[in-house]
T-cell receptor
Framework: QKEVEQDPGPLSVPEGAIVSLNCTYS??????FMWYRQYSRKGPELLMY????GNKEDGRFTAQVDKSSKYISLFIRDSQPSDSATYLC???????????FGKGTRLSVIA | SQTIHQWPATLVQPVGSPLSLECTVE??????LYWYRQAAGRGLQLLFY??????ISSEVPQNLSASRPQDRQFILSSKKLLLSDSGFYLC???????????FGPGTRLLVL
């Protein structure tokens, strides 16, 4: 079983839809969880950062962490064509190891 | 504020030629530095990371090497490029290994 699993998509939604992006993980020691957005041919940029379980909201974006289920989600409300990108989840590894990344989900928002 | 630079942005190299990609960070001291490769459909592959000058950890065996000659400079090198070295190379920095990473703009490498 891979440490972090993320559906690669592609996911295609109409403009204005609510988008749900998810990752599952196997290591219960993970405590810090992040979501990155990557536009084509660009470096990933940090979207959301959460610690442990719970929700965090920033504008149209909401990040959710359920440590009991080892499941994290990113919700995008009122999706826009400019949200079309690849979304990567990331989480802190055990000990002093660097972040572990999902492979990314490609999202297309159609106008 | 912190800024991370990578160059060149694009590179086309013949098989067997050497490689040197450079990454520099401004606005912070003693950052952790990372090199990733991103191939189509394969996600981010961590190649090297460094917690200080001269300290390099290698995550995958291959014909690439990394060096950190200065606190905020990270270099990715190869003596002889392979076709399989083609990809999008990303440099990133963080305050600690478990902390959020911030990525540079990337270098697109095509080996022919």
């Amino acid at each position: 079983q891979k440490e972090v699993e993320q559906d690669p998509g592609p996911l295609s939604v109409p403009e204005g839809a609510i988008v749900s992006l998810n990752c599952t993980y196997s290591n219960s020691a993970f405590q810090y969880f992040m979501w990155y957005r990557q536009y084509s041919r660009k470096g990933p940029e940090l979207l959301m950062y959460t610690y442990s379980s719970g929700n965090k909201e920033d504008g149209r974006f909401t990040a959710q962490v359920d440590k009991s289920s080892k499941y994290i989600s990113l919700f995008i409300r009122d999706s826009q064509p400019s949200d079309s990108a690849t979304y990567l989840c990331a989480m802190s590894g055990p000990g002093n190891t660097p972040l572990v990344f999902g492979k990314g989900t490609r999202l297309s928002v159609i106008a | 504020s912190q800024t991370i630079h990578q160059w060149p942005a694009t590179l086309v190299q013949p098989v067997g030629s050497p490689l040197s990609l450079e990454c520099t960070v401004e606005g912070t001291s003693n950052p952790n530095l990372y090199w990733y490769r991103q191939a189509a459909g394969r996600g981010l592959q961590l190649l090297f990371y460094s917690v200080g000058i001269g300290q390099i950890s290698s995550e995958v065996p291959q014909n690439l090497s990394a060096s950190r000659p200065q606190d905020r400079q990270f270099i990715l090198s190869s003596k002889k490029l392979l076709l399989s070295d083609s990809g999008f190379y990303l440099c990133a920095w963080s305050f600690g290994t478990k902390e959020t990473q911030y990525f540079g703009p990337g270098t697109r490498l095509l080996v022919l």
